[in-house]
């Protein structure tokens, strides 16, 4: 198999480099090497590798900036997922996507299924679907798997938030009234190399973790396993605040928990996110 990856320096990229099959012949690109934005640049390294398999771990991922800078958030989330999904069509590659669980408004109060209507209420979520939207229109086959609340060792992640505010806070406000499933990076790379080599895959697809938590709690348990891990550390104590009472101007999902029954039938496992999260705050990350 002859895999290009794009993004190969965030998060989901670096650990799906660190897992991918040793046979598999690999160029891992990030965003000076390939610029997914730029037509011409897909087409030509399209071309040139001649992929199997294009892995598009490349995305705007600032929440908060892509208000201000909404069009950058739509090059990148929108254009550049066109311009992957155009040259895939050409080549007859299978294009695998990465969205994301704010293209949903969050008003109500079970699952989110793949056939749910998106309804996004910030920028990022409304680029996320443009982007969906745009690879359905040139290549009906690609793989979309949307996740939500993905953290790792790397790159910038709640996870690593909480550890790092933790060294210089006593008292932290985390907002408690928007529910969601954590994700470990790793896992989800595990599930990307699944679907990469399953025949029958399709469409759009939800993986998560294996259960909802608050941000409240997802911080909670951050800062008991770093006191577990050493006991002599100080944590934070954290108040529980609503959304309301927390200066954003970015509107997000109250419940964004995904239904990932349609991947699960395929055999892959749901991210077990305590699991991981204890590997995630060892000691050498603190």
Not at 2 to 11: E, F, H, K, S
Not at 17 to 44: F, H
Not at 118 to 144: C, S
Request: proline letters at 5%; a negative charge; glycine letters at 4%.
């Amino acid at each position: 198999m002859r895999v290009l990856m794009t993004g190969a320096d965030g998060q989901l990229g670096r650990c799906l480099s660190e897992r991918l099959p040793a046979w598999w012949v690999v160029r891992a690109c990030n965003s000076q090497q390939l610029d997914i934005t730029r037509a011409s640049m897909v087409s030509a390294m399209v071309t040139e590798f001649q992929p199997t398999v294009i892995i598009n771990c490349a995305a705007w991922t600032a929440v908060d900036k892509a208000e201000t800078d909404p069009q950058q958030a739509m090059a990148v989330n929108a254009t550049g997922a066109a311009n992957l999904a155009a040259a895939a069509s050409e080549s007859g590659a299978r294009l695998l996507h990465i969205s994301t669980d704010y293209v949903f408004d969050g008003n109500r109060t079970t699952p989110w299924r793949e056939d749910d209507i998106p309804a996004p209420l910030n920028v990022y979520g409304m680029t996320k679907w443009q982007g969906e939207k745009n690879i359905q229109a040139l290549l009906p086959q690609a793989i979309i798997v949307r996740t939500s609340w993905v953290f790792s060792e790397y790159g910038q992640n709640f996870v690593k938030t909480m550890m790092r505010l933790a060294q210089s806070h006593d008292c932290l406000s985390v907002i408690a009234d928007q529910v969601g499933c954590p994700t470990y990076a790793g896992d989800l790379a595990e599930c990307l190399i699944a679907l990469a080599q399953h025949p029958d895959a399709h469409g759009i697809y939800h993986y998560c973790g294996d259960s909802a938590v608050s941000w409240f709690e997802f911080s909670e348990a951050i800062f008991a396993l770093m006191k577990s891990h050493r006991p002599e550390a100080t944590t934070p104590q954290v108040n529980a605040i609503s959304a309301a009472e927390y200066s954003s101007a970015v509107q997000r999902p109250a419940m964004s928990v995904l239904d990932c029954q349609r991947i699960e039938n395929l055999g892959i496992v749901r991210s077990d996110w305590q699991r991981a999260l204890r590997q995630v705050v060892d000691p050498p990350h603190f």
